[in-house]
């Protein structure tokens, strides 16, 4: 049986509506509803919105997301443990397709769908990339100097693009928390689902960290969707910040030579690294202008960062001209930057910021 965890954060309709996609799915799976709100009329929402099928409990105080799916765990009976997000929802196929990847292999701890961000598939998450001092160093001497920055950044559009576009499962080294379904034993080995000590954020990062050392391998399975509808929050960049450094401190040595290197490079004011199109301060999506009469495949990666990692792809046999409306309304007020890439390999380059929302 499979038992799944959602918790709620005053999002009621959303989580009802990522309960009625796992039930439809499976109408036997035990649903586990974990309200983070700490607000009466969000928990009166959620009373009178969930299907019966699902159990609701409700915590006493915001626990973070880590504690909460921990609270729903220890409910749970279920021999595989589905983490969903609220703002996230199975596709049809999607949950019978992950169960399938588990059972050829006892060895996959862990398998994720691919994440559309918008409902008709537009635009394709990218897959997770494990962090390490390293990594992070690369990056931010990527931003600094731009050669090393140009081949960071085709390596990970072409591994974003062999596990997104894959015909068969991929092993990854980092599994998305909003999307996972995870073997009850394998979390036993590793013990324990999430590390309270993480609020929100990196609490994935660090459970498929504990995954792998113990021997298990995570998967992404092509075959298997679910619609995310990820929003770009800049509120959110202070949890992820604190996360983070609690992430380092426990995996990896903070005098390292990578550390060192990162924070002399990762403060610094990063030149330009190409000739991007500035379209300025933006409410709406800019209109790209490309040769609409080229047919071939196209693609148009959508980022927070110029680097391009990570970034949302969009492959298709016309020009992309503008950003849909469903991810723009996504986009939280930041500098976003787009790559589009011709049939013949060259490349346009665009930039915009969103500005904060005017106050009523």
Known sequence: MISVLIVNYFSHALTVRAVSSVLAEDAAAQVIVVDNSHDSSEADNLRGALTVRAKLVIATQNLGFGRACNLALEQATGDWILLLNPDAYLLPGCLQQLQHTLRQDARIGAVSPVAQWDEAGYFLLPPGQMQTPAWECLLAIGHSFPPLGAWLSKRFKSFSMKCLYARRPVRQSMLSGGHMLLRRSAIDVVGGLFDPAFFMYYEDVDL????????????LDPAARVVHQWRNDPV???????????YMDKHFSAVSLAAR????????????????????????????HLPQHEVGNWMLELSPDPLFIPAA????PVAPDHIPRPVWDLLGPARYWARVTHPGGQGSLFTWLIPEPESP
């Open 208 to 219: 498929c960290r504990r995954l792998e050392l113990a021997g298990f391998k995570l998967m």
């Open 236 to 246: 959110k960049l202070e949890h992820a910040a604190r996360a983070r450094a609690l």
């Open 313 to 316: 792809l969009h492959r298709g």
């Open 261 to 288: 290197l990162q924070r002399k490079f990762e403060h610094r004011t990063p030149p330009k690294t190409a000739r991007f199109l500035d379209f300025g301060i933006c409410t709406e999506s800019p209109a790209f």
